[in-house]
């Protein structure tokens, strides 16, 4: 299967040339295959978001080679990483990150606003990801109205928007309790075995890794392990794992 | 993400805000309303001064001596009747003669239609019987009535029969005629004239309307008010020993541009006068007249719009203000939207379109607020015109362009003035703005 994302000697670096210069990622390879399911866990400050955001074309990285179904993203403009990620990626915050004075509807369109959909068709395709997501009923209420559980879930359904190739959620179930997390993961495996999507996940749930097909594990800019995950709770259907190369 | 989803965003977080909207408008509001309600009321009265001025006819050119510049610039146009130099007044040699107003006449025979000349006799009193009344006489010649818009009531105006005959009739007031003789006809009746220099009996053969008597029936302090009187240019004339004017008017053909020829006049007369040590011509007309009144109105509007685009200008200053607080507040909302695929292009425009719609609704209401404002400034002025006894009105008339010039102005406000955040906006790295706490 080919490889949706390719990262090649990815090194991020803070305050190049001072004295407190920082090197959080040191030349990390990472590949992932399309429609795989990976999760990358790692105590804290080892760099996980660093890369999560770089994954996501939101942060350059100080060296590598990153390139997102087969496009070269670093040597693209801001204009078509703008594109890219509206295209592309879906992303699934840990604080949700929903636009406070938009019902979840309107959330839901706004990717879509920027990927040129006309009105109809957004207004359209965000009421049917709602009722994927079990949102339906709450399309017209604010983010303050609200659990966190229901607005991650809304959150989901915008990452869908604009059916990307990838998902990239950093500690999706991070401000959730046990229960409310475990109904989030459910839709990210609705998601990858339904819908095929090539999902990267960020998690300090061990639990939570383990239903995925690989876990990487980072620690202080390092990759110090890659396995197999138990993809989703022996479901039949899961892919195989592929080795990191 | 197009022009209308811009719009409608911009509406949207607008409507989260409204308090912060409303305040931010009120620079341009009162800036709009300033220029709008300063527009209107001197577009008003610059139409209806003109239109006022054009009935009075402003083809009337006053030509008159006056004392050399001595620093003091005496004389004017406001001297109708009353010469500050009269103490020692302009000597028979001083003053403007039959002779040059024949020669004027010859050299441009047709621009003027007629003259109006007058010899001021001075004031006093007349009596008949026990009555009196208070008067200051005027010689004046058959033009005179139709220069001054002299309204004859009864029986006629002196004319130049009366003149050449040096008769000694007179033409009286209204209040004069009530104050002295009630109800009864005036017409033939005759009065003693008394001033400090002439003493005289007249026939008063006309009765002509004072400018106040449309206002309701006359009071008891008309019997104090001093009238004029008209006599025959001539009686005057042999009276004061004189064959000269200190001033006549000329009555211009309506083709003439009146400016023009009152400069052309006095320049013709003018060289009567290149050997007199004291006194020189000057001319004045109506029409000059009304284009200073004009030309300064339009610089006075002028002047407070400057003003109240300084208002403007600092309401614009104040949008720019509340974008950057609204930018900075709305970081983590700028770098999501970057993160959902929104380009710098596209965030900028629609933090620009925020500020032009903030910028557009305000003008608006200003717009809307300065009509308001401008129409009860004309009435403030028509009413304080009228309570002086003056009939000017002034019709409102709100100026199109200044509603379109103060849209677009404040339209362009908001694109100059929201740019600046809108470009900051744009500009932030998406990563930075979505860590943004
Ligand atoms: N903008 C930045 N400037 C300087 N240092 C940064 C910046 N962003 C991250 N870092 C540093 O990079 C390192 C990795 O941070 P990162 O956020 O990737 O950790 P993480 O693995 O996601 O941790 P957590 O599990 O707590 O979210 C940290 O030491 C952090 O201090
Ligand atoms: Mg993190």
Redesign the interface.
């Known amino acids: 299967m080919a490889n949706i994302i390719e990262l090649h000697g990815i090194i991020k670096r803070y305050f190049i040339g001072k004295p407190n210069e920082l090197q959080v990622l040191n030349g990390l390879d990472i590949e992932v295959p399309e429609g795989e399911f990976v999760s990358i866990i790692g105590e804290s400050g080892s760099g996980k978001s660093t890369l999560m955001?770089i994954i996501?074309m939101?942060?350059r990285p100080t060296e590598g080679t990153y390139s997102l179904g087969g496009i070269d993203t670093l040597v693209q403009p801001?204009?078509v990483l703008?594109?890219l990620?509206?295209?592309k990626v879906g992303?699934v915050?840990q604080t949700f990150?929903l636009?406070?004075?938009?019902n979840a509807q309107?959330n839901v369109e706004?990717?879509m606003?920027?990927?040129?959909v006309p009105?109809k068709e957004r207004a359209e395709r965000a009421a049917h990801l709602l009722e994927i997501v079990e949102m339906a009923d709450r399309a017209k209420h604010q983010p303050n109205e609200l659990s966190g559980g229901q607005k991650q879930r809304v959150a989901i359904a915008?990452a869908m928007?604009?059916d990307p190739d990838v998902i990239l959620a950093d500690e999706p179930t991070g401000a959730l309790d046990s229960a409310t997390g475990r109904l989030v993961m459910d839709i990210f495996h609705d998601l990858h075995e339904r819908y095929g999507k090539t999902i990267v996940l960020i998690t300090h749930n061990p639990e939570l890794a383990e239903e995925t097909q690989r876990i990487i594990t980072l620690k202080d800019g390092d990759i110090v392990g890659v396995r197999a995950g138990a993809g989703h709770g022996g479901r039949q259907n899961a892919a195989p794992t592929e080795a990191l190369s | 993400?197009?022009f209308g989803?811009n719009i409608s965003q911009a509406f949207?977080?607008l409507?989260?805000n409204k308090m912060r909207a409303l305040l931010t408008m009120l620079g341009i509001i009162i800036g709009i309303a300033a220029v709008i309600a300063i527009m209107t009321v001197g577009s008003s009265m610059q139409n209806s001064i003109s239109d006022q001025m054009q009935s009075l006819g402003v083809n009337n050119i006053t030509v008159y001596i006056q004392q050399k510049d001595d620093g003091w610039g005496r004389g004017g146009p406001g001297m109708m009747g009353a010469f500050p130099g009269q103490q020692q007044g302009p000597g028979e040699d001083d003053l403007i003669t039959n002779e040059m107003l024949t020669a004027l006449r010859e050299e441009y025979p047709d621009e003027i239609q007629a003259y109006s000349l007058s010899v001021d006799v001075g004031s006093g009193s007349t009596t008949a019987g026990s009555k009196y009344a208070y008067i200051s006489i005027m010689g004046a010649n058959s033009e005179y009535m139709t220069a001054n818009n002299i309204d004859i009531t009864r029986g006629r105006f002196v004319n130049d029969q009366d003149s050449d005959g040096r008769r000694k009739v007179a033409v009286v007031s209204d209040k004069l005629v009530s104050s002295m003789f009630g109800e009864e006809d005036p017409i033939g009746k005759t009065i003693m004239a008394v001033t400090d220099s002439h003493v005289g009996t007249y026939t008063i053969v006309g009765v002509y309307q004072t400018e106040s008597s449309d206002f309701g029936p006359t009071t008891t302090s008309d019997a104090d008010t001093q009238t004029e009187m008209y006599i025959p240019l001539g009686t005057a004339q042999k009276i004061m020993g004189t064959d000269g004017y200190q001033m006549f008017t000329i009555m211009s053909a309506t083709s003439v541009n009146a400016t023009t020829f009152s400069e052309q006049v006095q320049s013709a007369l003018g060289k009567y006068y290149s050997r007199n040590e004291e006194y020189e011509v000057s001319t004045f007309s109506m029409e000059s007249m009304v284009e200073t009144v004009t030309s300064m109105l339009s610089q006075v509007t002028l002047a407070i719009s400057a003003i109240a685009a300084i208002a403007l200008l600092v309401g614009g200053i104040g949008v720019m203000n509340i974008m950057l607080v609204s930018i900075t507040e709305r970081t983590?909302?700028i770098?999501?939207?970057?993160?959902?695929?929104?380009?710098?292009?596209?965030i900028r425009a629609q933090f620009i379109v925020e500020a032009i719609v903030i910028c557009f609704i305000g003008g608006i209401i200003g717009i809307i607020l300065g009509i308001i404002l401008g129409m009860i400034g004309v009435q403030v002025i028509n009413s304080m015109s009228s309570g002086e006894g003056g009939d000017m009105s002034y019709g409102t008339s709100v100026s199109v362009n200044a509603i379109l010039l103060a849209t677009g102005f404040s339209m362009a406000i908001g694109l100059f003035f929201g740019y600046y955040p809108a470009n900051k906006a744009a500009k932030l790295d998406?990563?930075d703005a979505?860590r943004f706490e």
């Open positions: 955001n996501g939101l942060d801001d204009v703008s594109r990620r509206g295209q992303f915050f990150n636009i406070g004075r938009m309107k706004m990717p606003l920027y990927n040129h009105a915008r928007a604009n | 993400m197009n989803d949207t977080s409507r989260a983590r909302e770098g999501v939207r970057k993160a959902l695929g929104a380009t710098n292009g596209e998406p990563i979505l």
